[in-house]
């Protein structure tokens, strides 16, 4: 479904989650995650949380802030929840948030990304997207933190960074 590009969503609308066994293939020599194999789980929820807010098909734009705070390790659950956090035109910023989670139930982040993804139209040019309705103070607060992320991007690229 098309959405039209006045008509605002809500975060929870394009929440996202997956969860992950990780999996000796998933490790390297000292049982821990790969980073690259978490950089793959977080680009899917991202573009699933972009797609669902745009109704669009998306293609992922960059990577910022792939911040890894603690590892995983063998056979234990990942859990990834991604959400919009900001928008413009045609892009949406996703944050996604991974936790390695026990047996007990108990989570740990290890990750946070934002990742910056683009809405394409039929002939896979940008489209525009909805705009992003802010319900709390915490959407607010990330979205503010979205316009300072995108000014830094806009200047690295002008800068040839």
Known sequence: MIMPETEAKRVSESQTGQVQIVMPGDTNGHGRLFGGRLA????????????????REVTTVSIDNLNFKAP???NETVVLIGRVT??????????VDTYAENLRGERNMINKAYVV?????????????????LETGEQRAEW???????ELNRRRRHENY
């Open 86 to 95: 900001h928008t413009g035109r045609t892009s949406m910023e996703i944050r």
């Open 72 to 74: 995983a390790y063998a």
């Open 117 to 133: 993804m683009v809405a394409l139209d039929e002939n896979q040019s940008p489209a525009p997207v909805p705009a992003l309705l």
């Open 40 to 55: 793959e789980w977080i680009d899917i929820v991202a573009a699933v949380a972009a797609r669902r807010h745009s109704g």
């Open 144 to 150: 503010e933190a979205g316009e300072k992320r995108r």
